[in-house]
């Protein structure tokens, strides 16, 4: 279960927040958790570019969501998390006037200065927004309820949250199973791994020679769930002239020797494509026993699905 609050600057989000996950016995995180975990995960001063934001924040919340249900009080959170099972999206707003007087007493600010600044601060979560995850506003419709705070206390918002989630049976959600989270992760971390971000100590890449970029994405996310993995080990002879000297052959971008299977990369055009599927179908005939499969790059997500590795993953 995941309450998602947003809304706009000098509302007090994160006291409605609070009172939510206080009230449910949800863990609370706020933008200032965030940059924690994620400085956690991704290593102190980690730089994020903002087209791999979303991704990173979707891997720390499926984390946490897997431990507990959550009260998430940070902008865009509707859209992140749009697929999560069991999710409530809060959106609070209120009339300029009470949202500038809030801004006078939080900030010790006169009404001009405070009128000043909630226009900065607007500008500057449009334009966040907009870096981050591709919206600057959504409509309301996106949400499951718009709450305004000029009319309604902290208490009372957290109280009407708490009735929307026992009217819509969401209390009674188990927790993102590990399934889930596998692969939530694992979609997330090819996107990632893209960007060349690897946390610490946990996807730490091997070196290798990487004939091709894909590989070494894909050796960077074996790394990451922990399933062991060899580069090109073994060459394999298909053709031989009559003095029994080889002609033709093939080795295999990787094997994994847990699933004793060989795993063959390929992101090159049609031509050479059908070229290597030629190789890869001699090679079966003549080594009946070696279990080979041909990958592209759109197909690494069910590489783990479809063959026994999502197993490894939920249960590691």
């Given amino acids: ?31 200032a958790r965030l940059a924690s ?37 940070s902008d865009g959170a509707e859209i992140l998390f749009r697929d999560f099972p069991g999710l409530l999206r809060v959106h609070i707003v209120a009339p300029e006037p009470v949202r500038t007087g809030n801004v006078m007493l939080d900030r010790r600010l006169d009404r001009p200065a405070a009128g000043k600044l909630i226009g900065t601060m607007e500008a500057d979560q449009k334009a966040e927004r907009k870096r981050r995850i591709g919206k600057a506003s ?30 819509l049976g969401l209390s009674a959600r188990a927790l993102l199973s590990s399934a889930a989270e596998a692969q939530i992760q694992f979609q997330v971390r090819l996107r990632l791994a893209r960007h060349g971000i690897v946390p610490p100590g946990k996807a730490a890449l091997r070196k290798a020679d990487f004939a091709h970029p894909s ?3 894909f050796a960077n996310l074996l790394d990451f769930y922990r399933i062991a993995w060899e580069y090109e080990p073994r060459f394999f002879p298909l053709k031989w002239d ?51 499969q041909v990958f592209y790059q759109k197909d690494f997500e069910n590489l783990i699905f479809k063959y026994g590795l999502a197993e490894r993953l939920t249960t590691a």
């Fill in 1 to 31: 279960m995941l309450i998602a609050i947003s809304g706009q600057p000098g509302c007090r989000l994160d006291e409605v927040a609070r009172l939510c996950a206080q009230r449910l016995e949800y863990e609370l995180v706020t933008d």
């Fill in 242 to 292: 009559k003095e029994g000297s080889v002609l033709e052959g093939f080795r295999p971008d990787f094997y994994l020797p847990e699933f004793d299977a060989y795993i063959e990369l390929t992101t090159m055009k049609q031509s050479h494509v059908t070229r290597k599927n030629r190789k890869v179908k001699l090679l079966r005939e003549l080594y009946p026993k070696v279990n080979i």
């Fill in 215 to 217: 590989e070494g994405i």
């Fill in 138 to 167: 959504l409509q309301p419709h996106f949400y499951d309820a718009v709450l305004n705070s000029g009319t309604l206390g902290a208490d009372q918002m957290a109280a009407l949250i708490e009735a929307a989630i026992g009217e």
């Fill in 37 to 73: 975990l994620i400085e956690s995960e991704f290593g102190a001063g980690a730089q994020i570019p903002d087209k791999a934001y979303a991704d990173a924040l979707v891997s720390i919340v499926a984390q946490l969501a897997a431990r507990h249900h959550l009260v998430f009080c």
